[in-house]
C-alpha cells in the first residue's frame, strides 16, 4: 500500500510518499511544493493543486495523511491553510483515495512516542525510523513524512 503523507501549506508544502509491504515501510519520494508569493492566491492554490496531482499520478497512493489545522495565531494564514486543506481533500476524492486526518498532537505522539515533541525530535526520529541517510529539511518535509509514518500506523 502506498501512503501519501502532506503537510499543507501555500508557501511550503511538505510531501511524502511511502510503500508499506507487511512490517516494512520504505519511503519513495520526499520533499517540498514551494510556490512565490508575487503571484495570485488562486494561481498558487492552482500550482500546489497541479503539484499534489502529478505525485498522485505517479505513485497512485491509496490514502492521504493530513494534519488538521488546530488554530492558528493569524486568521489570514489560517483561511489560506484551509483553502490548501480543500483543494487536497478535493483530489483525495478524486483519486477515490482514504483521506486520514490527524491533529499535531497525534503525530507527534506516533513517531515520538510525546505529543509536544520538537521540530527538531520530529526530524530525528523520522530520520531514525525509515534509516534515512541524512535528516530531513526543512521541518515541513520532516512533518510530512511523520504524517505519512503516522497514518501508516493507523492503518
Known amino acids: 500500500m502506498r501512503i501519501l503523507g502532506i503537510d499543507p501549506g501555500l508557501q511550503r508544502l511538505g510531501f511524502a510518499v511511502l510503500e508499506i509491504e507487511g512490517s516494512e515501510i520504505k519511503p519513495l ?29 505517479k505513485y497512485n497512493p491509496k490514502v492521504m495523511g493530513l494534519e488538521t489545522l488546530i488554530f492558528a ?19 483525495g476524492k478524486m483519486y477515490e483515495m482514504d483521506i486520514v486526518e ?29 534509516s534515512l541517510a541524512e535528516t530531513p529539511s526543512p521541518d515541513d518535509v520532516a512533518d510530512a513524512i511523520a504524517i505519512a509514518l503516522c497514518s501508516a500506523h493507523h492503518k
Do not use: H, W
Open 29 to 57: 519520494s520526499y520533499g517540498l511544493i514551494s510556490t512565490e508569493t508575487g503571484i495570485p492566491k488562486n494561481d498558487r492554490l492552482y500550482q500546489v493543486y497541479q503539484d499534489v496531482e502529478t505525485l498522485i499520478k
Open 73 to 91: 495565531k493569524n486568521t489570514r494564514t489560517a483561511m489560506v491553510i484551509s483553502e490548501v486543506r480543500g483543494a487536497l481533500l478535493v483530489l
Open 102 to 130: 490527524f491533529s499535531p498532537l497525534q503525530v507527534k505522539t506516533s513517531v515520538c512516542g510525546y505529543g509536544r515533541a520538537s521540530k527538531a525530535q520530529i526530524q530525528q526520529a523520522v530520520r531514525i525510523l525509515l
